[in-house]
């Protein structure tokens, strides 16, 4: 997909479709305004016949418009000024790309006059139409005999002031180099687990050193991982046929000696509890159980494509949870890579074990801050829903910037406490600590286990549980959550140190 920024007329524009919008209760957008007083009327007289009332969302396809070169008018209803929130732009932009598949066009030129969301700041609007235009031409194909129809849209422009254009040009790039990491992400997430195993993430971490000379991955494997000292992320693949990998992607962007930022991605490609063995139902599910991997991959991705001046490590911890003669037990106690011992309560909770040794490993890289991503607790879901990834901090500034970073990406984040007191749900009487907490405050004591192995460094954890992938019918599949934040994070820290 080619993605441009226009500054010309729309009345003059080539396009298979000029989209415009339309306010509540049928107010013209000055587009739209345009596009009617050259078509002396046409469009207002549609509207009059009440075909559409501008609702967000709402469609209207005109052909053969008179008076401009446009092959197509798409009107596309806005709502309400005060409605123009980041929920309704995305809707208003998922309907119009409806529209252009549906309809096999080749080009479009969106015209929105920034009047498509009710956010003033032009770089923010054009990035989120780019990100999420460009999420709406994902489609997951790899393991279908049939594969999907290609989409035939090939070239979207964005209408801009002729003062706005440079901005939105940096918008734009940074938009398709976001949207390309969670498309990274969203593939990831979706391949089966016989598919994606550790070695396949491990594999797909070599390719994107290959393709960018800003990032060098090494692979630590199960002998070395062991030579280390890394016997708690080492227990959870015990179980399963597949080698686990500890998975280093370094990107140099900034200066040798800068501190570099971390994140660190669970990248457990199926968990079926081991012999805590999950019920049934739904458990294919826990493909999904390295979307944390998924999304550094992905924003280590864009990070590459953005250029961005600093230096980052993205690590994942990949191993496969299954039970087998092999497999570790309740009741085991393992030694971590920091010395600390380990009684494992529950198979299950094998995420935090995996974490556990990653985080202790990124202290020799002596970061400037340390963010982990993972799908860790199922209680995160029953606190947050769906909707708000779960951030603990053991740094309430760092907290506030990974928070900040949400909202500017639009990709939310909402914090929970990590307290002193939710630490004694971890005591064990025959190791340092226990894996598992019980059931109150489930996402807190996950994050109280983590937070033993990060005193080193500021460090956020990101659980994404609920926002991962979506369980819905059609719908289902991962969503590539929490890219934007991740990148909108490192954009801000490259901002800051400059
Ligand atoms: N991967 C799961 C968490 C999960 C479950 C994410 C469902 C999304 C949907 C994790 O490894 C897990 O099994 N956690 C346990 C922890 C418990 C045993 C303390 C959980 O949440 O039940
Ligand atoms: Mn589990
Ligand atoms: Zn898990």
């Known amino acids: 997909m080619d993605f441009e920024i226009f500054t010309g007329s729309i009345a003059t524009a080539t396009t298979d479709c000029a989209i415009v919008g339309i306010g509540a209760n049928n107010q013209l957008t000055p587009s739209a305004t345009t596009l009617d007083s050259v ?26 418009v008179p008076g401009i070169n446009a092959r197509r008018v798409l009107l596309i209803g806005l709502g309400e000024q005060k409605d123009r929130h980041d929920r309704n732009h995305r809707k208003v932009i998922k309907a119009a790309m409806t529209v252009l598949k549906s309809n096999r066009l080749n080009s479009a030129l969106f015209a929105f006059d920034g009047l498509a969301s009710n956010d003033p700041d032009t770089y923010r609007q054009v990035r989120h139409l ?11 194909d790899e393991t279908k005999s049939k594969k999907a129809d290609p989409i035939q849209l090939n070239q979207l422009a964005i209408c801009v002031d002729e003062e706005q254009a440079d901005i939105a040009e940096f918008a734009l790039q940074d938009g398709v180099a976001i949207s390309n990491g969670v498309s990274t992400a969203r593939e990831l997430g979706n391949l089966p687990g016989n598919i994606c195993t550790p070695t396949y993430l491990a594999d797909q971490a070599v390719a994107l050193a290959a393709e960018h000379d800003s990032v060098e991955t090494t692979i630590l494997d199960e002998a070395e991982m062991a030579e280390l000292g890394m016997h708690c992320l080492l227990s959870v693949g015990h179980g399963s046929e597949q080698p686990s990998k500890l998975i280093v992607m370094h990107y140099r962007g900034g200066e040798e000696n800068e501190q570099p930022h971390v994140l660190v991605g669970k990248g457990i490609t199926f968990d079926t509890g081991g012999i805590s063995l999950k019920p049934g139902g739904g458990m294919d599910e826990m493909k999904f159980d390295m979307c944390g991997a998924a999304s550094v991959i992905g924003a280590m991705n864009s990070l590459a494509e953005m250029g961005l001046p600093i230096n980052v490590v993205g690590v994942v911890a990949a191993a496969e949870n299954m039970p ?3 497999a570790t037990k309740p009741g ?8 600390q011992t380990v009684e494992i309560l529950n198979t299950d909770a094998e995420g935090r074990l995996v974490l556990c040794d990653a985080l202790s490993y990124v202290e020799r890289f002596n970061p400037a801050s340390v963010l982990d991503v ?3 607790t199922g209680a995160c879901i029953i606190a947050l829903g769906t909707h708000a990834t779960a951030v603990l901090s053991n740094d309430d ?9 949400g909202n500017q990406a639009a990709d939310k984040a909402w914090q929970l406490p990590i307290w002193d ?16 907490g019980g059931r109150p405050a489930g996402t807190i004591t996950a994050a109280c286990f983590l937070s033993r192995f990060t005193k080193a460094y500021r460090w956020a954890h990101l659980d994404i549980a609920g926002v991962a992938w979506s369980s819905n019918g059609k719908a289902k599949g991962a969503s590539g959550r ?5 990148c909108q994070y490192l954009m801000n820290q490259a901002v800051e140190e400059e």
């Open 482 to 486: 929490c890219v934007p934040l991740l």
């Open 324 to 326: 087998s003669g092999h």
């Open 397 to 405: 500034a760092l907290a506030q910037q990974v928070l900040e970073a």
């Open 374 to 376: 993972a799908t860790l």
């Open 421 to 436: 007191e939710d630490q004694e749900q971890l005591d064990s009487n025959f190791a340092d600590v226990a894996n598992i």
């Open 130 to 140: 780019t990100e999420w235009a460009g999420a709406e031409l994902y489609q997951y």
């Open 39 to 64: 078509s002396d009327g046409y469009i207002s007289s549609i509207l009059a016949d009440g075909d559409i009332q501008g609702k967000a969302g709402e469609t209207l396809l005109l052909h053969r």
């Open 332 to 339: 085991d106690i393992v030694t971590t890579l920091s010395g």
